[in-house]
């Protein structure tokens, strides 16, 4: 009876207050709207968004560029900024995410990314070639005038990956290196100096296109440890909604009889003879 004369309460106080009862529905929505992101997080891996700049962005960053050939241009110059990588640098190229790199410091990353390119001219082969570059870091929306060598191998349009090797300060490069690592090429490969632009110039020199494709394996994830804190937090906040509901709901019945309570009072006062004097 007590139950039932509560949920009475309760309908009552919802039909004579609309703005609480809309206040407590949409308590529970959003409670109920964390408790799924905390199911949701704690079982799909996701992007982690404290990262600001990974491995999609500077490659999307990069293939807005058309790589046009330098005439009389000399590829020693471009080569020799990105020197081959040594065996000491493979395994540090393996370990960088835990290592701490000095600000100052240059770094050179040789990496087998999802790129394709396309040439201008029919006539021109994109088999055995490298292409060697400059820019600066805020052209790849990584940092101000830093520069950044850049040199593509293993062109071919058939093939969706070529190898990209980037020789920039490490400050400014993503810290999550992709895990597949260029195959040593066993074929002698033409240097050709290219000079990045956005518009394709008028004259016939050979240009060449970027094409990229974003891959999840170049986001930035989540560590397991980073997933189980943030669905811990999220329950957190929805088990404190669901205890505020709770609270108006226990209120609401309370109110409704203590009124009815003292309403009762008052009419039986009213209702009293009055005395004789």
């Given at each position: 009876?007590?139950?039932w004369?509560?949920?009475s309460n309760v309908?009552?106080?919802?039909s004579?207050?609309?703005?609480?009862?809309t206040?407590?529905?949409?308590?529970?929505?959003?409670?109920?709207?964390?408790?799924?992101?905390s199911?949701?997080?704690y079982?799909?891996?996701?992007?982690?968004?404290?990262?600001?700049?990974?491995?999609n962005t500077?490659l999307?960053?990069?293939?807005?560029?058309?790589l046009?050939e330098k005439?009389?241009a000399?590829a020693?110059?471009?080569?020799s900024?990105i020197?081959?990588?040594?065996s000491t640098?493979?395994?540090?190229?393996?370990?960088?995410?835990n290592?701490t790199?000095?600000?100052?410091?240059?770094?050179v990353?040789?990496?087998?990314?999802?790129?394709?390119?396309?040439?201008?001219?029919?006539?021109?082969?994109?088999?055995?070639i490298?292409?060697?570059?400059?820019l600066?870091?805020?052209q790849?929306n990584?940092?101000?005038?830093?520069?950044?060598?850049?040199?593509?191998?293993n062109?071919?349009?058939?093939?969706k990956h070529?190898?990209l090797?980037?020789?920039?300060p490490?400050?400014?490069?993503?810290?999550?290196?992709?895990?597949?690592?260029?195959s040593?090429?066993?074929?002698?490969?033409t240097?050709?100096p290219?000079?990045?632009t956005?518009?394709l110039p008028?004259?016939?020199?050979?240009?060449y296109?970027?094409?990229?494709?974003?891959?999840?394996?170049?986001?930035v994830?989540?560590?397991l440890?980073?997933?189980?804190?943030?669905?811990?937090?999220?329950?957190?906040?929805a088990?404190?909604?669901?205890g505020?509901c709770?609270?108006l709901?226990v209120?609401a019945?309370?109110?409704?009889?203590?009124?009815?309570?003292?309403?009762?009072k008052?009419?039986d006062s009213?209702?009293?003879?009055?005395i004789?004097?």
């Open positions: 009876m007590s139950c004369q509560r949920g309908k009552e106080y919802v004579q207050n609309p703005p609480g009862a206040f407590f529905l949409c308590l529970l929505t959003l409670a109920l709207s964390f408790m799924v992101l199911s949701y997080n079982s799909h891996t996701l992007p982690n968004p404290d990262i600001a700049q990974d491995w500077l999307s960053s990069f293939s807005q560029f058309h046009c005439e009389n000399s020693a110059f471009y080569t900024s020197p081959p990588l040594s640098q493979k395994t540090d190229q393996k370990t960088l995410v290592t790199r000095h600000p100052s410091s240059v770094t990353v040789q990496l087998h990314v999802p790129l394709t390119v396309t040439s201008s001219s029919a006539s021109a082969m994109l088999k055995d490298g292409l060697f570059t400059t600066t870091a805020s790849l990584l940092g101000d005038k830093e520069p950044v060598y850049l040199a593509l191998q062109l071919s349009e058939d093939s070529i190898c090797t980037i020789s920039a490490a400050n400014i490069l993503p810290l999550t290196l992709f895990h597949l690592e260029c040593a090429s066993e074929t002698n490969i240097n050709i290219v000079e990045a956005k518009q008028a004259s016939s020199q050979t240009c296109s970027l094409h990229f494709k974003s891959d999840p394996a170049l986001t994830m989540l560590t440890e980073e997933q189980r804190v943030a669905a811990q937090h999220l329950a957190e906040v088990v404190c909604l669901l505020v709770l609270i709901c209120a019945s309370l109110k409704n009889n203590v009124t009815r309570r003292d309403f009762l008052v009419e009213q209702n009293e003879p009055l004789e004097s």
